[in-house]
């Protein structure tokens, strides 16, 4: 039998979240409770969670602090269950990374059916062979050297198609400059080189990603990029 999905929940309400957590369990969840902002990343990464659920309004650091910093290292689903209904919260949410967002309160069936709709995006992405890669409406073709989004071919240049590649390859997880520099251009970067920098600007543009507030290429700010595999 496969190890049930594990649940992050986050929230400082201690009688809710020992609601959701139960709750949770008879679902044949496995679930982990952290209360305040600053304890969030220390625990994640300790738990190695499937899925979060993740107040905004905590102790320490906030929901929107949290979700911003989990999205620099990790692509793990993000769900906010929050009291805040005001509509500019849940776009700022969804901006900074946020997969969902439910408004408490939400009943049980509600927030199970949206946990589960998550992780089933997350087991169906990607689909990848060795010269071919699927990330929900992106395909990737390395034998044809071609990219379609939304059934729509997207024309890149060989050095943005090879640049996309790479972190693609590497879905998930942080890409330093330095080894982008050295897998794509072949020199070791001298601190001056900001050909990567325009190759991401320009496939950005091309791939339909905010510019401003990238959800799908995602810049760590002193170090590189990180391809998110369940943005499209």
């Known amino acids: 039998m496969p190890s049930p999905a594990t649940i992050l929940i986050i929230e400082d309400d201690t ?11 008879e679902n044949n969840f496995s ?33 929107f602090e949290i979700c911003q910093q989990l999205r ?9 269950v929050t009291a805040n209904d005001q509509e500019l919260d849940e776009v700022l949410g ?19 059916a949206r946990i589960k709709s998550q992780l089933r995006k997350l087991q169906q992405q990607p689909q990848q062979s060795d010269n071919k890669m699927q990330f929900g409406a992106l ?14 071919v997207v024309a890149l240049s060989s050095g943005e198609f090879e640049l996309l590649w790479v972190l693609a390859s590497h879905a998930g997880k942080e890409v330093k400059r330095e080894d982008l520099i050295r897998e794509i251009r072949g020199f070791d970067y001298d601190g001056f080189d900001r050909t990567i920098d325009v190759r991401i600007s320009r496939l950005r543009k091309k791939l339909d990603d905010n510019a401003d507030q990238p959800r799908r290429i995602k810049t760590i700010w002193g170090k590189g990029y990180l391809f998110v595999k369940n943005a499209w």
């Open 15 to 25: 009688e809710l979240a020992e609601w959701i957590s139960q709750y949770l369990q």
């Open 31 to 63: 679930t982990d409770i952290v209360g305040h902002g600053d304890q969030v990343d220390a625990r994640f990464r300790s738990v190695s969670p499937d899925l979060v659920l993740l107040d905004i309004n905590l102790p320490g650091k906030n929901g």
């Open 72 to 80: 620099q290292h990790s692509s793990c689903p993000i769900i906010m």
């Open 94 to 112: 969804l901006e900074l990374g946020a997969d969902d967002y439910i408004t408490k309160p939400v009943t049980p069936r509600v927030l199970l």
């Open 139 to 152: 395909t990737i073709d390395l034998d044809a050297q071609s990219v379609i989004l939304n059934e729509q």
